[in-house]
């Protein structure tokens, strides 16, 4: 059965920094495709990053804040996320789907609940002095 973990929430000043993970069991991560999402209280959920093979989107807000990095071997996803700021507070979700013909930016933006079958439980980041 498909897992997902996340962890490294937390909290931060604003301008700090945190690296997210999430650590996949029960299939091989190298052929899927792999999305951050994020809900703020009372907001919708929001597509942050999806990557999939040599592509990355990324969500305008974040773009040259966030990286996402991926290492295949440890089945684990990263999102590194620096000069955080308090608008980035939120719990962030990882999801996992396997990789087909969705660009990154749609399976992100317009179609992650029918694209991504398995997520995470989620990870709180607070970002506030």
């Known amino acids: 059965q498909a897992q997902l973990v996340e962890s490294g929430g937390g909290l931060v000043q604003p301008g700090g920094s945190l690296r997210l993970s999430c650590v996949a069991s029960g299939f091989t991560l190298d052929y899927y495709a792999i999305g951050w999402f994020r809900q703020a209280p009372g907001k919708e959920r929001e597509g942050v990053s999806c990557?999939?093979?040599?592509?990355?989107w990324y969500t305008k807000s974040v773009s040259g804040r966030f990286t996402f990095s991926r290492d295949n071997a440890k089945k684990t996803a990263y999102l590194q996320m620096n000069s955080l700021k308090p608008e980035d507070t939120g719990v962030y979700y990882c999801?996992?789907?396997?990789?087909?013909?969705?660009?990154?930016?749609?399976?992100?933006?317009?179609?992650?609940?029918?694209?991504?079958?398995?997520w995470g439980q989620g990870t709180q980041v607070t970002v506030s002095s």
């Open positions: 990557s999939s093979g040599s592509f990355t």
């Open positions: 999801a996992a789907g396997p990789r087909g013909t969705t660009s990154v930016e749609d399976m992100c933006r317009k179609t992650a609940d029918t694209f991504f079958g398995s």
